[in-house]
């Protein structure tokens, strides 16, 4: 892969496809600083303090902490529910579904990518590709699309801990260490002056990363819930839905993803006036004969 990278270049799909237009939601607005409820002492309380870096750490932690007891309380939920529903079923048909966070920072996630990548790679060899492991398959990819635009971007992997903050806050534009970093994954105004995780500054669209930080701005960070976007994008073997981008090619490129159809309905907001992932997006489907799709702002 070229240390300076250029754009993939894709077939534009033509012009007279008619668009899919799909309703995303909107960004959800909540009350005024909901997660000082979530206070363990008063220590924690974040609404008075100017620095960044430290007013986004007491903010992790309550965002964490208020994660954490929603987990609690959905699994009370879900294993009352699956208590009643196997004391139905039969013997054999008993399943409970748990719900699981985003799994991006664990330590166990990369070795179990590694170790499917692996098997993936042993069954095309021996021509036994299983259909049903194109979904994990497709995360797999974006989980390693992700890692290499890690690499220019010349972050550490201190990156990957729940209070980490985004180097462009703290060291200006561009940390020294990514000479070769690609133009689309140069920090935005937006990023070097609103405190966010570094995970943010690894998406290819700079229009993207825009959006999520204006609403984290204007809206507060519990605004948006960062564990299901996580899921939603990176999380290999996670309870993989079709709410989902898809790697193709170049990670730099904002042209060498796809969209899914369920992912624009979910997170439409997210790739708002993002022009360039819309033609990768309906260049890839048209590959496919599927039609083209219209992002919001587009």
């Known amino acids: 892969m070229p240390s300076h990278p250029d754009s993939t270049s894709l077939p534009e799909p033509k012009s007279q496809a008619p668009y899919r237009h799909v309703a995303p939601r909107a960004v959800p607005v909540p009350g005024l600083f909901p ?4 206070l363990g002492s008063a220590d924690e309380d974040w609404t008075g303090i100017t620095e960044q870096a430290k007013r986004r750490k007491l ?20 294993d009352e529910v699956a208590v009643a529903v196997n004391d139905e079923a039969p013997e054999g048909d ?44 497709v995360r797999v990819n974006v989980f390693y699309a992700l890692a290499r635009n890690i690499a220019l971007l010349g972050f550490d992997d201190a990156w990957l801990t729940d209070d980490a903050v985004s180097p462009f806050n703290r ?23 609103v405190s966010h995780h570094p995970w943010i ?8 990363r825009d959006n999520f930080l204006a609403a984290v701005l204007l809206h507060g960070e519990d605004a948006i819930d ?25 990670p730099w490129s904002p042209r060498g993803w796809e969209v899914t159809e369920a ?36």
């Not at 500054?201 to 993207?208: G, H």
């Not at 997006?281 to 599927?290: D, F, V």
């Open 35 to 38: 997660r000082l409820a979530e």
């Open 59 to 78: 903010q992790n932690r309550l965002n964490q902490r208020a994660r954490r007891q929603r987990l609690l309380v959905s699994k009370t939920q879900q």
């Open 94 to 137: 008993k399943q409970t579904k748990k719900p699981s966070p985003c799994r991006l920072g664990q330590a166990t996630t990369r070795a179990q990518l590694q170790a499917f990548a692996q098997h993936v790679s042993r069954s095309h060899h021996h021509g036994t590709i299983d259909i049903f492991h194109l979904p994990d398959t």
């Open 171 to 193: 060291q200006g534009p561009l940390p020294e260490t990514a000479p070769a970093c690609p133009d689309t994954l140069r920090p935005t105004q937006l990023q070097v002056s």
């Open 201 to 208: 500054d690894l998406f290819p669209c700079p229009r993207m």
């Open 226 to 250: 960062e564990d299901a976007l996580c899921r939603d994008v990176v999380d290999g073997g996670a309870e993989a839905g079709t709410e989902a981008l898809i790697a193709w090619t170049d």
């Open 263 to 298: 992912f624009l309905r979910k997170w439409g907001w997210l790739v708002h006036g993002c022009v360039e992932m819309q033609a990768g997006t309906n260049a890839w489907r048209q590959r496919r004969g599927l039609p083209s799709l219209r992002f919001p702002g587009c």
